[in-house]
């Protein structure tokens, strides 16, 4: 019977759910990829090593599923943080780069890279002065917070509860690209935006 902590862990991924069925209400072909990174995290948790060092999926090679899965859940950050004018060209840029750190197993590369990417990309829409929705930014930001720190701290720190901190992991991951991906404001948001600014302008001539 499969441990209770380890079902958690993979059933969390249902919340890739979120930004899939988001992506495909605004006709966005992304969300295909949001939502194999959630199927193939399930898989491979479900495949992952219990207490006795035993795996329960044993007919998938343990190492192509782990690297399937971390390599799916990097470009989604790379994705979902990236302007639209460059996505493509980024995700076909990145893909070598990002299997040649995964298979070499360089955590900190991996992370790191994440991270000045991410920054950089919030540099860009406030030098653009991009409008944007900021409670929904926020959020993104919050949660991709939460997640960095259960991801990168509190497994390290509690690893016999590993299962169970991943699992949140998971929830704040999805719900931070769910948030991300409404961070754009509209058209009919930027009208409603733009004609408050106008009548407060002539209100105040």
Not at 17 to 29: D, E, G, S
Not at 39 to 58: A, C, E, G, R, V
Not at 85 to 107: H, R
Request: glycine fraction near 2%; charged fraction near 15%.
């Amino acid at each position: 019977m499969i441990p209770l902590d380890v079902l958690w862990c993979s059933a969390t991924n249902i919340f890739c759910l979120f930004p899939t069925c988001l992506a495909f209400k605004k006709r966005l072909n992304e969300g295909v990829l949001y939502f194999l990174t959630g199927l193939t995290s399930f898989i491979y948790h479900l495949h992952h090593m219990d207490s006795y060092n035993k795996p329960y999926m044993t007919y998938l090679d343990y190492n192509a599923i782990r690297y399937t899965d971390l390599i799916l859940s990097d470009l989604c950050i790379y994705w979902v943080v990236t302007d639209h004018v460059i996505k493509q060209i980024l995700l076909f840029s990145i893909l070598p780069f990002e299997i040649f750190i995964v298979v070499s197993g360089y955590p900190y590369i991996r992370l790191s890279s994440e991270i000045i990417w991410i920054i950089l990309n919030i540099f860009y829409i406030f030098f653009k002065k991009i409008e944007i929705n900021k409670n929904k930014f926020y959020l993104a930001i919050t949660s991709s917070f939460i997640e960095v720190i259960f991801y990168e701290v509190l497994t390290s720190k509690y690893p016999e509860y590993y299962n169970w901190i991943h699992g949140v992991h998971h929830i704040f991951g999805f719900l931070s690209i769910y948030f991300y991906m409404q961070k754009d404001l509209t058209t009919e948001e930027l009208n409603k935006k733009h004609r408050r600014i106008f009548s407060f302008e002539n209100f105040i001539l």
